[in-house]
């Protein structure tokens, strides 16, 4: 299983008349179907946009045809994690901009979002895998739904992929929620970095 925060597909049609995608090769998720001729893979991620509910169930059963399991935010809750809090917090700190992340009722707000959004992937990834599978969590945007999903299905064995470099110590720690973000890491039974550099932050 590979749990991204996006899924490699490119919405084609998406409405009453017609529900159609196809596989994004631009996208670098997508460049990773080389995997899917090896083992049998699945995705779980969300589509970049609001689904409208009567259009869900559908949308599901087009996906599920392409290996893809979709999870559906509304677009108030995708722009706070998404946007807001992976944008003004994790995004330049992965990128080794320091920052002023101070705690703020506004902060809180945005990292309560950021865990919701975290937990709907959690919730939808741990209804679908089965005992003593494996499942790839990619991208700082899920590092909380690591931890979910491993506490929701023990045995599954969970590894975390840094799409990113990892920040030194000395960044990571004007993260407000630093430790959570970290015991959620430790939770995964590996954690991939790009670069060997990335490992020893």
Same mark, same amino acid.
């Given at each position: 299983?590979?749990? $991204? ?11 009453? =008349?017609?529900? =159609?995608?196809?596989? $994004? ?16 893979? @699945? ?26 399991? %979709?999870? &559906? ?11 807001? @809090?992976? +944008?003004?917090?994790?995004? %330049?700190? &992965? ?10 009722? =506004? ?19 741990? +209804?679908?895998?089965? %005992? +003593? $599978?494996?499942?790839?969590?990619? +991208? @700082? ?61």
């Amino acid at each position: 299983w590979i749990i $991204d925060w996006l899924l490699p597909v490119t919405v084609v049609s998406l409405n009453d =008349e017609k529900i =159609e995608f196809a596989w $994004d090769q631009t996208n670098l998720r997508g460049k990773l179907d080389c995997i899917q001729s090896l083992t049998d893979v @699945y995705w779980v991620g969300w589509l970049g946009q609001q689904v409208p509910s009567h259009l869900q169930a559908e949308v599901c059963a087009e996906l599920k045809k392409i290996k893809c399991f %979709p999870v &559906f935010l509304d677009d108030d809750l995708a722009s706070a994690s998404f946007g807001l @809090y992976v +944008g003004r917090v994790l995004r %330049p700190t &992965f990128a080794h901009i320091i920052n002023a992340h101070e705690q703020t009722v =506004e902060q809180d707000e945005l990292w309560q979002a950021y865990v919701d959004t975290n937990r709907h992937f959690s919730a939808v990834a741990s +209804g679908l895998v089965s %005992p +003593g $599978d494996v499942a790839l969590v990619m +991208g @700082y945007e899920l590092i909380i739904a690591a931890s979910m999903l491993k506490r929701s299905v023990p045995s599954l064995r969970t590894a975390f992929w840094f799409l990113s470099p990892f920040p030194s110590s000395e960044v990571f720690r004007t993260v407000a929620r630093r430790n959570d973000l970290l015991r959620s890491l430790l939770t995964c039974d590996l954690v991939g970095f790009e670069l060997f550099d990335y490992s020893r932050h």
